[in-house]
C-alpha cells in the first residue's frame, strides 16, 4: 500500500517559518520516477498549487502568492519531499497536501496519490 504521510504543520505567527515534511512509501513505487507537488486548501475555498519539483530536483514551479518565500526540495535517497514556509501570512492558513503526480504542474489532476494533510495555521 502506497503511503504519502506529512508532517510539520502547526500554528505560527505572520512572519514566522515552518518546514513541512512528506514521506513515501510502499510496495512497488519508486518516488524517484514522479514529479512532486505540495497543495494547500483553505476553508471554503479550492485547493490551491503551492509548489512543484521534478524528479531530479532540478526544477520547481512555485504558485505566484508563495514565490520568494516557500521552497520546496526533495531528498530522493530518503523518499522525502520538502517545503519550507518563511514569512508566513494569515492567508497561508490551511491544509497543506504532498501529492505524486506525472507533470510538473500546480493543477492537482496531474497527481495520482495524495497524502492526508497537515494543518498550518498562520495568526496575525
Known amino acids: 500500500q502506497v503511503q504519502l504521510v506529512e508532517s510539520g504543520g502547526g500554528s505560527v505567527q505572520a512572519g514566522g517559518s515552518l518546514r513541512l515534511s512528506c514521506v513515501v512509501s510502499?510496495?512497488?513505487?519508486?518516488?524517484?520516477?514522479?514529479?512532486m507537488g505540495w497543495f494547500r486548501q483553505a476553508p471554503g475555498k479550492e485547493r490551491e498549487g503551492v509548489a512543484s519539483?521534478?524528479?531530479?530536483?532540478?526544477?520547481?514551479y512555485y504558485g505566484d502568492s508563495v514565490k520568494g518565500r516557500f521552497t520546496v526540495s526533495r531528498d530522493n535517497a530518503k523518499n522525502a519531499l520538502y517545503l519550507e514556509l518563511n514569512s508566513l501570512k494569515p492567508e497561508d492558513t490551511g491544509v497543506y497536501y504532498c501529492?505524486?503526480?506525472?507533470?510538473?504542474?500546480?493543477?492537482?489532476?496531474?497527481?495520482?496519490?495524495w497524502g492526508q494533510g497537515t494543518q498550518v495555521t498562520v495568526s496575525s
Open positions: 519539483i521534478s524528479p531530479a530536483g532540478d526544477n520547481a
Open positions: 510502499g510496495y512497488g513505487i519508486s518516488p524517484v520516477r514522479y514529479v
Open positions: 501529492a505524486a503526480g506525472r507533470l510538473l504542474s500546480l493543477v492537482s489532476r496531474y497527481y495520482d496519490l
